[in-house]
């Protein structure tokens, strides 16, 4: 008996962990005797879905503790048929811990005669209070708050199918609601309304109007107001046309703003996107620089150059012409976005006079919120700053538009370089360069590029550049000869791709920089350089056809010369397709060991899926799929014939998204967030990877009082969110979620919440 009683001990304890109490007041009053009611509400869908209850009211006493399980849950309070809340908590398990209080207020109350509001099956009955945004379930006591604006609303799985007139009840009164059929092809409309943000001082609301498929145009059947804080509510228009139409907002101080609407034959159509409200002002600039920018242009020489672009860097973005201010909209780049959304949108320009060294600039229209503003002066780089543009009737900032330089000379065995370096051109006869740069550089990878076209010179300054301090570089007379050949038949392996990397730290494998210095020609060679003498360098070679090979790491010093030659195993190739309802856009096949080490990635994919892959895998391996376009699909490799294609078909299933949460109690500097989903751990680099895809962040890491959103991850099985906590010693090629303390790391079982929070 006694393991019988331990589990009924602990699944007492777990749930009375789960418990709160709630403290009901009346206009600022303790309230005796009233009651705590509960309902169920989903957690994933859109923000019409999230609002109505999935479950009747579940009411007790409020002098008691109320236990609310796993999911989100909508908690009103009442007493009797006299007060009622006009809006509602919405909370989880962890908000309503055991010993924790919760404010919820209630005004006085009137009923509603439900006799001739029929429901049909599946439907649920609402209560949509206008100046609160709350939807209210109804139960058989239909009680309701008095003396504010209700509109009667009937509900099933998510979707409104009837929208009744509005109705004001006094206190302590009973009103009826008629629920009365729709006109032959007309339709109710629905619109959510999020206002972004709120403008500040007297402003008049936003104007909306709907068009119907006859060019009709419709007010909202209740007059929107401005609410008290940024939130989403709905507008209500009834009797539209059946076919295409359009939802308008304009009006003084708010962005104007259009959705189309497709009105369905139907007694209510929801336009799920629904419409931005943002409060807009005039953003007035005030600029300046402490010296005339033309002086920081370099003279211009007759000598073209024709420099070779760096191979490790992106190639510099273009250079305005003109002086020009640029104000963009840049969305948060750790929340998900569709593939191919540009990172910054830009919603104004403005010419500067090129004469001036201060000056005041306008941006009508703006929508209050954060942007960038950059300020470009011909071919010098680009000063941005964040710009705020408050909710006010006008906004303003300063903005000082300030460079830093440097100087020195650039010689190639002690003679003047005529080359490209730190966004300057260097002199011809002297080799002597001005940079100018918006911050100094950092202890980061640098490029110098001869103008001559020969290979540029990758180095890292470790002791970096000051400003108005000579930073002289002296590129070295140095080459690496590349040989690359066939392991059985001693012929040329043209077109291999010999990389480089600078050491930075051997043992945790990371490197200065590293990637392609290029192909080998038709006779399998390549010369690399010139190359850094005073760290330790990795060159490999790799083919399509063949298994890579790296040299031994090693230092130039002073060595003029080196030879490598690669003798590459040819390699026996296997084939997979991967099969997706959709298309397979930018897409990864990932296999992992028991340690988490990646044994094989792939990224090169034909376009109906087709990929070929190199190395035998087996049942104690998996693999993770994903793509921009499909979701995270993680599953053990399958036992395959050597001959066998590798059919990766991913299935239909519910696709989640959830955010981690650490407390601010947390006492940690950092964890990484991942998820189990049925048996098998997501690698943290696996899931980085997905999420650079999905959401533009590579990082999994998330910090005390901080958040990390994963997003389309496949429900193949039960989901587990984990915390990896950094362990204290290195695990090699191993991944941090597999490490030896894995078994220690705190867990969340998911369910059917969008949210898990993890405390101390």
């Known amino acids: 008996m006694r393991p019988l009683l331990a589990a009924v001990v602990f699944a007492f304890s777990a749930a009375s962990l789960l418990a709160a109490r709630f403290d009901v007041m009346a206009a600022g009053e303790p309230v005796p005797d009233a009651e705590i009611c509960i309902a169920s509400i989903p957690a994933d869908g859109t923000f019409v879905q999230k609002l109505f209850a999935t479950s009747d009211l579940r009411c007790s006493s409020a002098s008691g503790e109320i236990d609310l399980g796993a999911g989100k849950w909508q908690v009103i309070a009442r007493k009797g048929n006299d007060l009622v809340s006009a809006s509602a908590l919405v909370m989880t398990a962890e908000d309503a811990k055991r010993g924790s209080r919760h404010k919820i207020d209630v005004v006085a109350a009137g009923t509603l005669d439900l006799s001739r509001w029929d429901v049909f099956d599946g439907e649920r009955r609402f209560i949509y209070v206008t100046s609160t945004a709350a939807a209210i379930p109804l139960d058989r006591e239909a009680v309701v708050p008095a003396g504010v604006t209700l509109v009667p609303l009937a509900v099933k799985t998510g979707e409104i199918t009837f929208v009744g007139g509005p109705l004001t009840i006094s206190a302590g009164s009973r009103e009826g609601v008629e629920r009365k059929p729709r006109g032959e092809d007309r339709t109710d409309l629905v619109v959510p309304v999020t206002f972004q943000s709120l403008p500040d001082g007297k402003a008049e609301p936003p104007a909306f109007i709907a068009i119907d498929a006859k060019g009709r145009e419709h007010r909202p059947a209740i007059a929107p107001g401005i609410p008290g804080a940024p939130g989403t509510s709905l507008l209500f228009f009834r009797h539209l046309s059946i076919g295409s139409g359009k939802v308008q907002l304009s009006g003084r101080r708010w962005k104007a703003a259009t959705a189309d609407v497709a009105a369905l034959d139907r007694p209510v159509t929801t336009l799920h996107s629904g419409l931005d409200a943002q409060t807009t002002t005039k953003l007035i600039v005030h600029w300046w620089t402490p010296v005339d920018l033309a002086t920081f242009r370099p003279p211009i020489t007759p000598d073209e150059c024709k420099a070779v672009a760096d191979p490790f860097q992106r190639p510099p973005s273009e250079r305005l012409d003109g002086f020009l201010a640029v104000l963009s909209r840049c969305r948060d780049p750790r929340k998900p976005a569709d593939p191919g959304t540009p990172r910054c949108v830009e919603i104004g320009r403005r010419n500067l006079p090129e004469n001036e060294l201060r000056g005041t600039i306008e941006f009508e229209d703006v929508a209050a919120g954060d942007y960038s503003l950059s300020f470009s002066y011909r071919d010098l780089p680009p000063v941005s700053m964040k710009a705020t543009a408050r909710p006010l009737e006008i906004s303003e900032m300063d903005a000082e538009i300030r460079y830093v330089t440097f100087f020195g000379t650039v010689t190639r065995g002690g003679d003047p370089l005529h080359a490209t370096v730190f966004g300057a051109t260097s002199d011809p006869d002297t080799g002597r360069y001005v940079a100018v740069m918006t911050r100094l550089p950092g202890p980061y990878p640098q490029a110098v590029s001869p103008c001559d076209g020969s290979s540029p010179y990758r180095f890292v300054p470790l002791d970096p550049p000051r400003e108005n301090v000579a930073f002289d570089i002296d590129v070295p007379m140095n080459k690496i000869d590349v040989d690359v050949t066939d392991a059985k038949t001693g012929l040329p392996v043209k077109e291999a791709v010999i990389t480089l990397a600078a050491i930075k730290d051997e043992k945790e494998r990371s490197a200065h920089f590293a990637g392609p210095f290029g192909k080998a020609d038709e006779k399998g060679h390549l010369t690399v350089g010139p190359v850094l003498t005073n760290q330790k360098l990795l060159i490999c070679a790799r083919h399509d056809d063949y298994a890579a090979k790296c040299a031994e790491s090693f230092e130039m010093g002073e060595t003029r010369e080196k030879t490598l030659h690669f003798a590459l195993d040819r390699i026996t190739k296997r084939y997979g397709q991967v099969q997706a309802s959709g298309p397979f856009t930018n897409g990864e096949v ?43 699909f993680i599953f053990r490799h399958p036992q395959l014939r050597d001959d066998q294609v590798f059919d990766i078909s ?33 690698p943290i680099n696996a899931l980085a990877w997905h999420l650079r895809k999905r959401q533009s962040v590579i990082s999994t890491t998330v910090t005390p009082g901080g958040s990390l959103l994963l997003s389309d991850l496949l429900e193949t099985g039960p989901i587990t969110a984990i915390l990896v906590i950094p362990p204290g010693a290195s695990i090699g090629d191993g991944d941090y979620a597999y490490a030896p303390e894995r078994a220690a790391f705190p867990r969340q079982l998911v369910g059917d919440r969008t949210e898990v929070v993890f405390e101390p």
């Open 650 to 682: 991913i299935p239909a299933g519910r696709v989640r998204s959830l955010t981690i949460r650490l407390s601010d109690r947390w006492p940690g500097k950092f964890a990484w967030g991942t998820v189990q989903i049925g048996d098998l751990v997501v």
């Open 590 to 632: 990932i296999w992992f060991d028991l340690t988490g080490k990646v044994t094989e990635l792939i990224r090169k994919f034909e376009p109906d899926g087709r990929f070929a892959y190199t190395r035998t895998h087996g049942p104690d391996e998996i693999v993770v799929v994903s793509s921009s376009t499909t979701p995270l």
